[in-house]
């Protein structure tokens, strides 16, 4: 009996291969450091990889982790300003990050004849309809490439696709800082609206980077949401990639560990766990996965403030704290980019 043939080509077409997202935690379902935080300021983390940009006197915003999501998503990124600015000053700002290790992003081959495109597509939903930018900008050759797009229906989420050019200027460092970032802006003013907002790479000119201002900022009580964010090398947006929580949190914690989030009444009165008293001083070992580098953060809710003494290469880290009758509760270890 003669088999019949399948058409190469077409399994090619429909096939979807592995790891295509670059971003992590692109379904906004990680929030270690917490689903809620009022009075955001510049260059706060919130939700796992994702960091606050903004500047503005008057202006006040919350974030949180949302349940108001687009059907085949939990949760979302969602921004809302609690104190809106009266007037857009020149240099006010709301921006959301990404950043991104160099050595993550070799395969774009950027600085090279050969550089690739890449793809961003992600649900965005907002109070305010207008014309909103993003960018990626190359941090370790200060250059950008700006895109925008609208959103057409208030309140209503949307899917959005935007291919940014291959760079062929300017090779990105193959280590494990931060080389890239991609820049959502929710609102600018005219130090980065006055001029016309390049749509291919450029070295940095402030006025060129956005398309216009939105009025987001200057809207009591707006909001705008994000979820399902992919990046991906090619000119084709495919399904979003979902990976599994315990894959994506694992994927997380190279940046940040929450690794004591027990609460102050449920430690109890003594030394914490791990604990062991010599010579007057109490000490608390704790084991931690390996981080992007040696966290530079450390948090914690504690009845006395313990000092990092120790940190090891094998993820150990030793708190010290100044007697054998203290309590140590929510540890937090970052080593954001």
């Known amino acids: 009996m003669a088999l019949s043939k399948i058409k190469s080509s077409s399994m090619a077409d429909t096939a979807i291969h592995g790891r295509r997202n670059i971003i992590i935690n692109g379904a906004m379902q990680v929030a270690q450091r917490g689903t809620s935080f009022t009075g955001v300021s510049n260059a706060d983390y919130t939700l796992d990889r994702f960091e606050s940009g903004s500047s503005g006197s008057e202006l006040v915003y919350d974030v949180e982790q949302s349940t108001d999501a687009p059907n085949g998503f939990s949760n979302s990124y969602k921004v809302t300003v609690t104190t809106e600015e009266t007037t857009l000053s020149s240099g006010d700002n709301m921006t959301v990050k990404y950043n991104f290790e160099g050595q993550d992003l070799q395969q774009l081959k950027k600085g090279t004849s050969d550089a690739e495109k890449v793809t961003v597509s992600f649900y965005v939903k907002s109070s305010v309809a207008s014309t909103y930018s993003l960018e990626l900008f190359d941090q370790d050759n200060t250059r950008v490439h700006g895109q925008k797009y609208t959103i057409t229906s208030a309140d209503t989420w949307e899917y959005k696709t935007i291919t940014f050019d291959g760079d062929t200027s300017g090779s990105l460092d193959n280590d494990a800082n931060k080389s890239m970032r991609l820049q959502f802006w929710l609102d600018a003013g005219s130090e980065y609206t006055s001029g016309t907002q390049s749509t ?18 200057t809207t009591a009580n707006a909001t705008w949401q994000i979820t399902g964010i992919q990046l991906e090398v090619g000119e084709q947006a495919t399904p979003f990639e979902h990976r599994s929580f315990g894959e994506e949190i694992a994927l997380c914690r190279r940046y940040c560990n929450a690794l004591m989030n027990y609460g102050a009444g449920d430690v109890g009165t003594n030394r914490a766990y791990n604990a062991e008293y010599t010579g007057g001083y109490s000490f608390v070992r704790l084991n931690y996965p390996q981080m992007r580098e040696e966290p530079d953060t450390v948090t914690y809710g504690t009845s006395v403030t313990p000092t990092a003494s120790d940190w090891s290469s094998n993820g150990l880290l030793q708190l010290q704290g100044l007697s054998s009758n203290w309590r140590i509760y929510d540890v937090l270890l970052e080593s954001e980019l």
Request: glycine share 6%.
């Open 200 to 217: 291919t790479w450029q070295a940095n000119l402030a006025s060129e980077r956005v398309e216009q201002s939105t009025g987001f900022v």
